[in-house]
């Protein structure tokens, strides 16, 4: 399998769920609100004997009038008609942004050709239930679209995808192994963000269950330390893709 990461830069956020991009060369984390966080936003693209998957989408934003995730997917040869598959692990702004791209007549998938999986009850919160965290414009053309596949809690797609509903950082969350050629590939989002949380005993006040993400967190390290796991870290600045 071949991981491609997505970076769309490094930004601070605090208790306001902006996103506020950081240059390391000009910018003073001290200067930034108390309790900013300095995160990486990076989906990332995997591709499989079978399939060409994108896992989360990234903000969404713009350069040059082109969705910054077709611009990084294309400085690879790769174009957004390539991709077969979203997974997304929940739809919280920062991963569910690049999903869509706006016209005039409204939203339209960013990746036109392509089977987006998405839990059920985590669109139905979305759509639902007012939160910074979530942008319902940005959710709202999944809403009875047919390249949307709804899935309820556990299972597997095609045989050698196998998702799991986590909760833990929010209520719906998910997470994703990939099994290929006989390699593993693990995608935590944000119930394991970045390599060092998986080191360590970390409650997050910012989880909507911080103990519960700790304990995945250890478990699945263990795990993988013993079944040779590459990890994909979505929030990692230094350390996006890991392997045992």
Known sequence: MQVIP???????????????????????????AHGSLLVEVQPFL???????????????????????????????GISADDVSKVLMSHLHKDHAGGMSIAKEEGRAAAFPKATYYIQKQELELALDKPSPSYIREEVEFLRGATFVHL????????????????????????????????????????????LQQMKSKFIAKYDFDGRKCMELRQK?????????????????????????
């Open 46 to 76: 995997v591709i499989t004997a079978e399939d060409v998957i994108l896992l989360d989408a990234g903000l969404g934003f713009t350069r040059d009038g082109m969705l910054q995730i077709h611009k990084n997917l294309s400085a690879h």
């Open 151 to 194: 899935l309820d809690g556990n299972g597997v797609i095609d045989g050698y995808i196998r998702y799991e509903l986590t909760g833990a950082h929010c209520p719906f969350h998910q997470v994703f192994w990939i099994v290929d050629g006989g390699e593993k590939i693990f995608f935590g989002a944000d119930v394991a963000p970045q």
């Open 220 to 244: 699945w390290w263990k795990q993988g330390e013993e079944e040779k796991w590459t990890f994909l870290f979505y929030h990692d600045i230094t350390s996006p893709v890991f392997n045992f």
């Open 6 to 32: 997505l970076s769309e830069g490094a930004f601070t956020i605090d208790k306001s769920k902006l996103f506020v991009p950081f240059n390391a060369d000009v910018d003073d984390l001290q200067q930034r």
